[in-house]
Every structure is written in C-alpha cells, then in structure tokens.
T-cell receptor
C-alpha cells in the first residue's frame, strides 16, 4: 500500500481559471476528507465522503467548489473561477470506519497558487 | 463548537532538551485527540492519538502525550529533542458525531531545534 496520493503536487493558475485536483485514498478506506491549509494555519475541514456519498460540506466550500467521488474510489476537487484567496494547500485524507479506528491518513497535498 | 488552542506558535529548544508543546481543547464531551507532525511541503503524519483508556499515550519518534480531562489539555512531550524533530506540530480534536471524525485543528506550533 502506497498511502494517500494527490495530483498535482503544485498548481499555478491565473485568476478566473478552473482547476481540478485528484486524490487517491488508501484502497480499503471508505471515508475520504478534503481540508484546506493556508499559510501559518492548521488545516480546515472542507468536505467528507463515505463511499461515493458526500455527507457534509463546510461553509468554507463556496458554490465555486465542487467535489466528487465516483464509485467510491478516487476523489476530485474542482475550483471554478479561481480567486487569489483560494491560494492554499489542499489536503486529502482517508480513513476506515472511525468507530473502529479514528486515524486519518493524509496525502502530501496540492499547493495552489492563484496569480 | 469545539476548538483547539495551541499555546506558542514557535518553540525553540536545544538538542537534547525537553520538548513540551501545549494543546488545550474545548468540547462538551470528551473527544478523540490527536497530534500530527508536518515537515515542509509535506502532508501530515500521525504522531499519536487518544481515544479511551490510558491517559498517557505513546507515539512514534519518542513522543508522548497525556490527556487531562480536568484541564482539557493534551500536551505533547519528548524527553530529548533531536535535530530531526524540527517541524510543525498540530493538535486536533474529533467530535466523532454522525459516524465520522471531522478533525478540528489548532493553528500549529513550529518547533526549532538548535545545536
């Protein structure tokens, strides 16, 4: 098992462009989470999937953000009409049923820079 | 609402000295508690966790933390700092409601270790 992977690792885009990030969780994990981390801050929860169902979205996730997890495997996070305030590290994490084991395993993140 | 406070955004210690990173949380019910470490341009790695049972938990790389319910604290310690411990450390709580564990992070403490 290679852990959680994210692609790309870095993305530079111009304001107003759309970007999409991908997360591949640990294969047997059915829970998947997206977090956003801005400079000097801890990660903030964005959204959560159990299998293919998106069960919670943070108020941080404006209508320009959309996340999917087709077939309950990999997940994508899309940001439309990017703004400079979207510049951040986007982290993906996965886990098993937290009632069994609560650890979340994080990927290396995608660093987005909006110019 | 749950929250996490990490006292001291920067901590500097000498190699071989005691490491103490402070974390206090607010929660109406005892949550799950975690410490994660983040090296530059990398994702988060779990150091240790508290769920139930023994209040002194041991983690990787010689770190340990003690859950003190009366003080709502979960401070991280290591008896002897090593240069490789220099990183950013995040304390997190999980309310474990709804069958999943959205992590709520503190702002982080950057640990510097000098010779």
């Amino acid at each position: 098992d290679t852990g959680v992977s994210q692609d790309p690792r870095h993305k530079i885009t111009k304001r107003g462009q759309n970007v999409t990030f991908r997360c591949d969780p640990i294969s047997e994990h059915n829970r998947l989470y997206w977090y956003r981390q801005t400079l000097g801050q801890g990660p903030e929860f964005l959204t959560y999937f159990q299998n293919e169902a998106q069960l919670e979205k943070s108020r941080l996730l404006s209508d320009r953000f959309s996340a999917e997890r087709p077939k309950g495997s990999f997940s994508t996070l899309e940001i439309q009409r990017t703004e400079q305030g979207d510049s951040a590290m986007y982290l993906c994490a996965s886990s098993l049923d937290p009632l069994l084991t609560p650890e979340q395993y994080f990927g290396p993140g995608t660093r987005l820079t909006v110019t | 609402a749950q929250s996490v406070t990490q006292l001291g955004s920067h901590v500097s210690v000498s190699e071989g000295a005691l490491v103490l990173l402070r974390c206090n949380y607010s929660s109406s019910v005892p949550p799950y508690l975690f410490w994660y470490v983040q090296y530059p341009n990398q994702g988060l790695q779990l150091l240790l966790k508290y769920t139930t049972g023994a209040t002194l938990v041991k983690g990787i790389n010689g770190f340990e933390a003690e859950f003190k319910k009366s003080e709502t604290s979960f401070h991280l310690t290591k008896p002897s700092a090593h240069m490789s411990d220099a990183a950013e450390y995040f304390c997190a709580v999980s309310p474990l409601s709804g069958g999943y564990n959205k992590l709520i992070f503190g702002a982080g403490t950057r640990l510097a270790v000098h010779p």
